[in-house]
């Protein structure tokens, strides 16, 4: 997988945008915890990064963001 240290133009890590990809496409924190090999908490820590990063507060507006930017299909 990608690493933390390369970032994005929107400020978002490539682990950032991994978690959100996967959120995107429907996984709850927990089943994305598993796919990356990360804790629970440390995926909602992303999710979190990624909204206040977005500046956006509901699950809906990540989703929108991720297919804007065609991050997913």
Do not use: C, F, P
Not at 46 to 64: F, S, T, W
Request: no cysteine.
């Amino acid at each position: 997988m990608a690493t933390d240290a390369v970032r994005r133009s929107d400020g978002l890590t490539l682990r950032e945008v991994e978690v959100l990809q996967l959120l995107a496409r429907g996984l709850t924190h927990r089943e994305i915890a598993g796919l990356l090999g990360i804790t629970h908490k440390t995926a909602r820590n992303h999710m979190a990064n990624v909204y206040d990063k977005l500046e956006i507060h509901a699950r809906a507006q990540a989703v929108l963001y991720a297919v804007r930017e065609g991050l997913v299909d």
